[in-house]
């Protein structure tokens, strides 16, 4: 059953390698546990169910913590970093027409679903292509 097992681990490594998705990989831990069982014992039930065990807790303890590792690091860049900081208009912008808005010292393209006046402040709500979406913020008064 050694060699049973080998291969197992090797069609799983492979599957790994080709898809690069981390499900595979636990199996493969399995598969290399239960080939060293089937060294100590020829009970196939035994070295199946020590498969199992292993490929289930290594699935289910280790890989979030790999994956948490090899998740990329998502860096803002300057369209994200103006995404909830206020501007002012320097261009009307309408329902219908795109305005302009000073964010930062740069000026951006802007649209709204309201009318908003040139001198008003504004809120980013997100970003469409290179167009800001905004909303006028309402002053409070005493």
């Known amino acids: 059953m050694f060699w049973t097992w080998l291969l197992v681990v090797i069609i799983l490594l492979i599957i790994e390698a080709v898809t ?3 499900t595979t990989l636990w199996f493969a831990t399995g598969g290399i546990v239960a080939m060293f069982v089937s060294m100590v014992t020829d009970n196939q039930d035994i070295q199946i169910i ?3 065990l292993t490929a289930g807790l290594t699935l289910l303890i280790l890989r979030p913590i790999v994956v948490k590792y090899l998740k990329p690091t998502i860096i803002k860049t300057n369209l994200d970093s103006v ?3 206020h501007g002012i208009v320097t261009e009307d912008i309408t329902k219908y027409t795109i305005g302009e808005v000073k964010v930062g010292g740069k000026r951006w393209s802007a649209k709204a679903a ?3 006046k040139k001198g008003q402040m504004v809120e980013i709500l997100s970003i469409e292509g290179v ?3 905004v909303k006028e913020i309402k002053e409070e008064k005493n």
């Open 20 to 22: 690069i998705n981390l």
């Open 50 to 52: 020590v498969f199992l």
């Open 83 to 85: 995404i909830g900081k």
């Open 114 to 116: 309201t009318t908003i």
């Open 131 to 133: 167009k800001l979406n």
